[in-house]
C-alpha cells in the first residue's frame, strides 16, 4: 500500500520523477526547515516518514516557486488557494445571464465529490490526491478521473483538472484555486518586496495524474485510517458501500442509488458552505443517538405555537433539506417553531437515519431517544404547544417519521411520511434493501401490532399524510400503501376511504373517523421518482428549491401537509388580506414605480445602440411620474379619455350623441360623466392619493447602495427627470485585489406580465491575465437577469444600448429587489475596473395583442 520512503529518499525519487536535481530538491527542503515550514528533524535515512502533507508542501514548492530562494513564500501562499466557482476561464466576452452558462460546467464527478471542492484549499485537495494514490480502492479512479493538475506562477492560480462524462463523451473540467480575499501576493509577484506587478514572462507548471500517482505512492500515512476520506460520502466509501448489498437482485438499484445520491450529497454540501437561517444548539441534554440539533423560530414567535420536527434524507444535511423543501419559509408564514435533527457521517455512511437498526427506533433509545430530548429542549426554550407537535422527514427521514410516531405517539398530534417506510419494516441492513427496492407486505393488524408494541401508549392516536411517487425506484411505492395499512389499523378505520379527489392533479385519498375528523390522507404523485414534491412557482402555496430529491412536480407537499395539520388556519404572511395586520410580519417598502425618463414606447430591439444625441431627445417625449392622476406611473384619466373618444367613432349616429362619444358634456357618454366617477372611485381607493410622490423618490431616495452615483444629466431642464446612474469597481489597486462588487437596489412593485427595459455604457477593463474579470449584472432577487462578463480582456460599449423587454415572469405579482451591480476582480498588483452607466430603467407589463 505504501512506499513507507523517508523523507529523504522520498526526495530523491522525487527529483527522478520531476526531471529536477537531487541537489536542488535538497535546497528546497533545507529552506522549508529553516522558513519555519518544516519541523527540524533527524536528515538523511533517519529523517521523518514523508506524508501527503509534506509531498504536497514539497511539490507545491517545486512547482510554483520561479526560484530556490521563492519556495518557502510559494508554499505559503499556493497551499492556502480558495476553490473558486466552475465557470469558464478562457479569456473572452459573454453576454446574458450567467445561470445558463454555469449549467454547462458540472462537476459532480465522483472525484469532486470526495475531495469537497467546494470548501477544501488547494494545498488540502493536494494532499489528499496524493493520499488517495495509496490506496487500490481509490487509485483507479483517480486515475481515471483526474487529468492532471497545474499551478500558474505568473498570478497566484492553480487548478485540477477532471474529467467529466457527459452525453457520451469525456470533457475536461478545470476546478481553480485562487488567492483569498486579503491575502498577501508570493514575493516575485509583490512590488513591495521587489517583485514586478506584470510577469508576463512566468510559465504555468503541468503535472499529468500518472507521475502525481507516482508520487502519491511513495509517501506514507502515519495516522491510523485515511483521513481524507473519513469527513463524508466519498469515493472510496462508495466502493465499500456497493458491497453492502449481498442480494445480488438488489445490487443494480443500489449503485444507482449510490450515484444519485453522490448528486444530493453535492448540491448539499454546497449549500452547507453559504449562510443558514438554522441556529445548532449543542447542549441539549442527553444524546444517546449523537445526533445534532438545528432550530428556526420565527423572530417574535408567541408562547404557544405549534413545533414542526422535520428530518432530512440520506446525505443531506439540516440546512439543504429545510432549503429544498421550505420549512423555515412556511414557519414564517404560518408561525411556528421548527427543530431539524442531523445525522453524523460517524453514525451512518451515507448520513441515514438508522431507521432499520434496533437501537435507534426503539422508545428511549439511540436516535429516537436523542430526537426526543430535542423536541423537551425545544418546548423549554420557546414555550412550544405540547399538544401541537408534528413530525415529518424525507426518505431516511420519513422512515425515521414513522419511528418517531410509534414510539413516541403521546407527543405528536400528527406526522407526515415522504417518501419513506412504515414502522419496523426492517432489522438489520440487509432487510433495509429489501424493504427499499421490494417492499414487504404484511397484514394491517401485523403493522398495527408493531406500533402498539412500541409503547404502552392506547391513544389518542396522531394523524399521519403519506406521500409516495409511483415512479420512484429508490424507496418502492409498496410502502406507502403499507405505511396507510399501519395507520389505519392503529385508527380502526376501514380501509375504504372516505374522500377520494385530484388535488393540483394529483389523487389524494382521506379516511375519516365517524366524526367526520381526518385522520390519514395520502398522496400519489404519478410519475415522480424519488423525493420530496414542490410547487416551487412562487405562488400562495409553493415553498422549497427544486434540487436532487425536490422535485418541483407542481403540488407543494410541505404546505398541504401543514394545511392537513391545521396550521394554515392562521392568516400567512403571503395570503394575508390589503389593511390586514399579521402579528410578526416585517414591514417591506413598495415603490409602484420605477421611471428615470424611460421611453414608453418598449419598441427598440435589445441590443441596439442609442447614439448620444438620441438619448436627450427620448427622455422628453414620455416622463412617466406617479402624480395625482398617474398612480403606477400611468396617465389613467388620460387612458379612459382617449378610450372614450375612440368610442365616439362608433356611436356616431346614436340619437343624443355627438362625435366625440359626449351628450351634455366633455367626456360624459349618455349623460354620464364616466371619468369623473372613475377617478372618483380611484381617489376614494387611495390610487391616486399624493402620498404615492414623484418619480424623483426613485432616483433621489429609493436607490440604495454602496459605489454608485445619481448623476444630474446636463442636457437635461426639468428639475423633475431622473438623473443617471453610474457605478465603479476596482480592483488591483495597491494591495486591494480580490473580487470588488458595487451595486445599487430599488424595491420594485410588479404586476402579471412584467419586463423591463433600459439603455446602458460599459467599460469593462479585465485585460491583465487570463484569470482576472470584469462585469455588469442585472438582478431581481439576487438572480441575474442580463449579464456582460469580460475574463481577461476589454469591452466597450461607447454608445447607449439599449435593453428592452427583458422576461421578469418568473418574479411577477410581488415586490422585487431590482439591482444594478459592477464587479472587478485582480488577482495581481494590476488593476482591473468595471463602470457602468444606466438610464432610463423602465418596468411595465406587456400585454400581447388578443390577450383577454
Known amino acids: 500500500m505504501s512506499g513507507g520512503l523517508r523523507r529523504y529518499e522520498f526526495g530523491e525519487q522525487l527529483a527522478g520523477i520531476l526531471g529536477e536535481s537531487r541537489r536542488d530538491l535538497r535546497f528546497r527542503v533545507t529552506m522549508m526547515v529553516s522558513g519555519g515550514v518544516l519541523e527540524p528533524g533527524p536528515r538523511g535515512r533517519g529523517s521523518p516518514l514523508a506524508t501527503p502533507e509534506y509531498g504536497a508542501d514539497l511539490l507545491i514548492g517545486t512547482m510554483a516557486a520561479p526560484q530556490q530562494v521563492h519556495t518557502v513564500d510559494a508554499i505559503r501562499c499556493y497551499r492556502e488557494l480558495m476553490p473558486v466557482g466552475p465557470e469558464g476561464s478562457a479569456p473572452g466576452v459573454v453576454m446574458g445571464s450567467r445561470a445558463d452558462r454555469a449549467n454547462r460546467v458540472s462537476s459532480s464527478s465522483p472525484l469532486s465529490l470526495a475531495l469537497s471542492l467546494d470548501r477544501l484549499r488547494f494545498g488540502e485537495c493536494l494532499s489528499g490526491l496524493l493520499e488517495f494514490s495509496l490506496f487500490e480502492t481509490t487509485r483507479e479512479t483517480l486515475a481515471n478521473e483526474l487529468f492532471g493538475i497545474w499551478i500558474n506562477r505568473a498570478c497566484p492560480v492553480a487548478a485540477l483538472q477532471i474529467g467529466i462524462w457527459s452525453a457520451g463523451r469525456r470533457n475536461i473540467v478545470t476546478r481553480r484555486f485562487e488567492l483569498p480575499e486579503g491575502e498577501r501576493l508570493p514575493a516575485w509577484l509583490d512590488p513591495e518586496r521587489g517583485g514586478v506587478a506584470d510577469p508576463g514572462l512566468f510559465h504555468t507548471v503541468f503535472l499529468p495524474v500518472d507521475k502525481l500517482i507516482e508520487i502519491g505512492r511513495l509517501t506514507t500515512q502515519e495516522q491510523k485510517g485515511i483521513s481524507m476520506l473519513n469527513s463524508g460520502f466519498n469515493i472510496t466509501k462508495l466502493a465499500e458501500l456497493v458491497e453492502m448489498v449481498r442480494q445480488g437482485r438488489y445490487r443494480g438499484q443500489w449503485e444507482k442509488l449510490l450515484a444519485t445520491l453522490a448528486q444530493v450529497h453535492a448540491w448539499a454540501s454546497k449549500l452547507d458552505t453559504q449562510d443558514s437561517r438554522l441556529v445548532e444548539v449543542t447542549d441539549f441534554g442527553p444524546n444517546p443517538g449523537n445526533l445534532r440539533m438545528f432550530t428556526y423560530a420565527p423572530r417574535g414567535l408567541p408562547t404557544g405555537a405549534p413545533l414542526v420536527v422535520a428530518l432530512h434524507g440520506c446525505t443531506q444535511s439540516a440546512s439543504a433539506y429545510d432549503r429544498g423543501a421550505g420549512w423555515s419559509d412556511l414557519a414564517d408564514r404560518f408561525r411556528f417553531a421548527l427543530l431539524l435533527p442531523q445525522q453524523h457521517w460517524t453514525n451512518n455512511p451515507l448520513r441515514c437515519f438508522n431507521w432499520f437498526r434496533a437501537e435507534d427506533t426503539a422508545r428511549d433509545s439511540g436516535e429516537s431517544a436523542s430526537i426526543r430530548q430535542m423536541i423537551a429542549r425545544m418546548s423549554a426554550d420557546h414555550g412550544a404547544d405540547e399538544h401541537a407537535v408534528y413530525v415529518t422527514g424525507l426518505s431516511s427521514g420519513g422512515a425515521m417519521t414513522s419511528v418517531m410516531l410509534a414510539t413516541y405517539p403521546e407527543v405528536f398530534a400528527g406526522g407526515a411520511i415522504v417518501a419513506g417506510a412504515p414502522y419496523h419494516a426492517a432489522d438489520g441492513l440487509q432487510e433495509a434493501f429489501e424493504t427499499m427496492f421490494a417492499g414487504r407486505s404484511l397484514t394491517g393488524r401485523e403493522w398495527g401490532d408493531r406500533v402498539r408494541l412500541a409503547s404502552s401508549h392506547r391513544g389518542p392516536w396522531p394523524k399521519v399524510s403519506v406521500w409516495h411517487g409511483d415512479a420512484d425506484t429508490a424507496v418502492a411505492p409498496i410502502n406507502a400503501e403499507e405505511s396507510i395499512k399501519q395507520w389505519l389499523d392503529v385508527h380502526g378505520l376501514s380501509s375504504d376511504p372516505a374522500v377520494e379527489e385530484r388535488v393540483d392533479g394529483f389523487p389524494r385519498r382521506v379516511w375519516q373517523d365517524s366524526r367526520g375528523e381526518s385522520l390519514v390522507e395520502s398522496y400519489t404523485i404519478t410519475g415522480m421518482s424519488h423525493g420530496q414534491p414542490l410547487h416551487a412557482d412562487g405562488a400562495a402555496h409553493s415553498c422549497g428549491t427544486a434540487a436532487p430529491f425536490f422535485n418541483d412536480v407542481g403540488i407543494s407537499s410541505a404546505y398541504r401537509i401543514a394545511k392537513f395539520w391545521g396550521l394554515s388556519n392562521g392568516v400567512s404572511q403571503r395570503e394575508a388580506k390589503p389593511g390586514e395586520t399579521v402579528t410578526g410580519q416585517s414591514e417591506r417598502r413598495v415603490f409602484e414605480v420605477i421611471s428615470m425618463g424611460?421611453?414608453?414606447?418598449?419598441?427598440?430591439?435589445?441590443?441596439?445602440?442609442?447614439?448620444?444625441?438620441?438619448?436627450?431627445?427620448?427622455?422628453?417625449?414620455?416622463?412617466?411620474?406617479?402624480?395625482?392622476?398617474?398612480?403606477?406611473?400611468?396617465?389613467?384619466?388620460?387612458?379612459?379619455?382617449?378610450?372614450?373618444?375612440?368610442?365616439?367613432?362608433?356611436?356616431?349616429?346614436?340619437?343624443?350623441?355627438?362625435?366625440?362619444?359626449?351628450?351634455?358634456?366633455?367626456?360624459?357618454?349618455?349623460?354620464?360623466?364616466?371619468?369623473?366617477?372613475?377617478?372618483?372611485?380611484?381617489?376614494?381607493?387611495?390610487?391616486?392619493?399624493?402620498?404615492?410622490?414623484?418619480?424623483?423618490?426613485?432616483?433621489?431616495?429609493?436607490?440604495?447602495?454602496?459605489?454608485?452615483?445619481?448623476?444630474?444629466?446636463?442636457?437635461?431642464?426639468?428639475?423633475?427627470?431622473?438623473?443617471?446612474?453610474?457605478?465603479?469597481?476596482?480592483?488591483?489597486?495597491?494591495?486591494?485585489?480580490?473580487?470588488?462588487?458595487?451595486?445599487?437596489?430599488?424595491?420594485?412593485?410588479?404586476?402579471?406580465?412584467?419586463?423591463?427595459?433600459?439603455?446602458?455604457?460599459?467599460?469593462?477593463?479585465?485585460?491583465?491575465?487570463?484569470?482576472?474579470?470584469?462585469?455588469?449584472?442585472?438582478?431581481?432577487?439576487?438572480?441575474?437577469?442580463?449579464?456582460?462578463?469580460?475574463?481577461?480582456?476589454?469591452?466597450?460599449?461607447?454608445?447607449?444600448?439599449?435593453?428592452?423587454?427583458?422576461?421578469?415572469?418568473?418574479?411577477?405579482?410581488?415586490?422585487?429587489?431590482?439591482?444594478?451591480?459592477?464587479?472587478?476582480?485582480?488577482?495581481?498588483?494590476?488593476?482591473?475596473?468595471?463602470?457602468?452607466?444606466?438610464?432610463?430603467?423602465?418596468?411595465?407589463?406587456?400585454?400581447?395583442?388578443?390577450?383577454?
Open 598 to 852: 424611460a421611453s414608453a414606447s418598449g419598441d427598440t430591439d435589445s441590443g441596439h445602440e442609442v447614439s448620444p444625441e438620441e438619448d436627450d431627445t427620448m427622455n422628453t417625449g414620455h416622463r412617466a411620474r406617479a402624480k395625482v392622476g398617474a398612480p403606477f406611473g400611468i396617465d389613467v384619466r388620460g387612458i379612459i379619455g382617449k378610450s372614450l373618444g375612440m368610442a365616439g367613432d362608433i356611436l356616431k349616429g346614436t340619437a343624443g350623441v355627438d362625435a366625440t362619444g359626449s351628450q351634455s358634456g366633455k367626456d360624459e357618454l349618455f349623460g354620464i360623466d364616466v371619468p369623473g366617477i372613475i377617478n372618483k372611485s380611484l381617489e376614494l381607493a387611495g390610487t391616486l392619493a399624493e402620498p404615492h410622490g414623484t418619480s424623483n423618490g426613485v432616483g433621489k431616495s429609493q436607490w440604495r447602495g454602496e459605489g454608485w452615483e445619481l448623476i444630474a444629466h446636463s442636457a437635461r431642464t426639468d428639475p423633475s427627470d431622473e438623473p443617471l446612474l453610474f457605478g465603479c469597481a476596482s480592483s488591483g489597486n495597491d494591495r486591494d485585489m480580490g473580487n470588488k462588487v458595487r451595486s445599487i437596489s430599488c424595491e420594485v412593485l410588479l404586476g402579471p406580465h412584467p419586463t423591463l427595459s433600459y439603455i446602458r455604457k460599459l467599460h469593462l477593463n479585465a485585460a491583465v491575465n487570463e484569470y482576472t474579470k470584469a462585469r455588469f449584472s442585472v438582478l431581481v432577487d439576487g438572480l441575474p437577469v442580463d449579464e456582460v462578463s469580460a475574463t481577461g480582456m476589454k469591452h466597450t460599449e461607447a454608445q447607449w444600448t439599449q435593453r428592452s423587454d427583458i422576461d421578469l415572469m418568473p418574479f411577477a405579482d410581488r415586490t422585487v429587489t431590482l439591482t444594478f451591480e459592477v464587479s472587478a476582480h485582480s488577482n495581481v498588483r494590476n488593476e482591473v475596473s468595471a463602470k457602468a452607466w444606466v438610464d432610463r430603467i423602465y418596468v411595465r407589463d406587456m400585454v400581447a395583442v388578443g390577450e383577454n
